[in-house]
């Protein structure tokens, strides 16, 4: 999660959030800037598991099939 705070600035979390219209005034137990970072968290990694998997099937494509 660090990387990600490091790397996406908090303002487009904050503009993210603002652009939905709704404002809480109360704390709540999951806030919506979280809600922003899980689905930030999940588009990153559903990116980081495809090449994972890329690179997987190549190897298994280079032992099955050699040149």
Not at 24 to 53: S, T, Y
Request: net charge positive; aromatic share 10%.
């Amino acid at each position: 999660m660090d990387s990600f705070r490091k790397n996406i600035p908090i303002e487009w979390v904050s503009e993210a959030v603002n652009q939905t219209g709704r404002a809480a005034v109360r704390k709540r137990r999951f806030p919506a800037e979280q809600a922003v970072w899980l689905v930030l968290g999940i588009g990153l990694m559903r990116i980081a598991m495809f090449a994972i998997n890329w690179n997987w099937l190549s190897l298994i494509q280079k032992a099955i099939c050699p040149p």
